[in-house]
Antibody, heavy 118, light 110 residues
Framework: QVQLVQSGAEVKKPGASVRVSCTAS????????IPWVRQAPGQGLEWMGW????????NYAENFRGRVTMTTDLSTNTAFMELRSLRSDDTAIYYCARQWSLNNFDPWGQGTLVTVSS | QSALTQPASVSGSPGQSITISCTGTSSDIGGYDSVSWYQHHPGKAPKLMIFDVTNRPSGVSNRFSGSKSGNTASLTISGLQAEDEANYYC??????????FGGGTKVTVL
């Protein structure tokens, strides 16, 4: 069964960093991209970027450049997304997915709620 | 403000057909045959319903179909069912090797 399982909910203070993990199973991890997408409360989906599973390449959305780092660990089939200098408007559900072709995300992880609050 | 424009809501009665539009530019929808549609029930993971404009993944009902004309893509749901009530998002590959999403459309089954 192809699936992505994400780490649990996080509560962080403004200015802190958060690291979300995404562990894959049921497919050959090394042959896909792993994108990250977030959804703030009451808002739509926002693409954050992607990382190649060999860690050789990343592509971040302009809104997140300088604050986000996406990495993978082939030995554990796990992808990570670290977001720094958190603000209250970073409160959102963060999703990883398996990307194939230019723009096809399937399946998605279950989502990780990150709450930023003082 | 989302890069792709979708109507905020669309509704229909059971058995009817509805169409959701998704408007972009020549830098995204109009420039690539790479439009996807996702169904999202609150609290669950989004689900891919249409990829590469017109294709359905295995297991997705043939009541869902996609199309594109110029800078606008569309998702049609025929034979509307109660279980189709959800939020639907379009996305497109875009220049600069990025992906853009629409703002989402809430589908209500009356």
């Amino acid at each position: 069964q192809v699936q992505l399982v994400q780490s649990g909910a996080e509560v962080k203070k403004p200015g802190a960093s958060v690291r979300v993990s995404c562990t894959a199973s049921g497919f050959i991890f090394a042959t896909y991209l792993i994108p990250w997408v977030r959804q703030a409360p009451g808002q739509g989906l926002e693409w954050m970027g992607w990382v190649t599973t060999d860690n050789r390449s990343t592509n971040y959305a302009e809104n997140f450049r300088g604050r986000v780092t996406m990495t993978t660990d082939l030995s554990t089939n796990t992808a990570f997304m670290e977001l720094r200098s958190l603000r209250s408007d970073d409160t959102a559900i963060y999703y990883c997915a398996r990307q194939w072709s230019l723009n096809n995300f399937d399946p998605w992880g279950q989502g990780t709620l990150v709450t930023v609050s003082s | 403000q989302s890069a792709l424009t979708q109507p905020a809501s669309v509704s229909g009665s059971p058995g009817q057909s509805i169409t959701i539009s998704c408007t972009g530019t020549s830098s995204d929808i109009g420039g690539y045959d790479s439009v996807s549609w996702y169904q999202h029930h609150p609290g669950k993971a989004p689900k891919l319903m249409i990829f590469d404009v017109t294709n359905r993944p295995s297991g997705v009902s043939n009541r869902f179909s996609g199309s594109k004309s110029g800078n606008t893509a569309s998702l049609t749901i025929s034979g509307l069912q109660a279980e189709d009530e959800a939020n639907y998002y379009c996305s497109s590959y875009s220049t600069s090797v990025t992906v853009v999403f629409g703002g989402g459309t809430k589908v209500t089954v009356l």
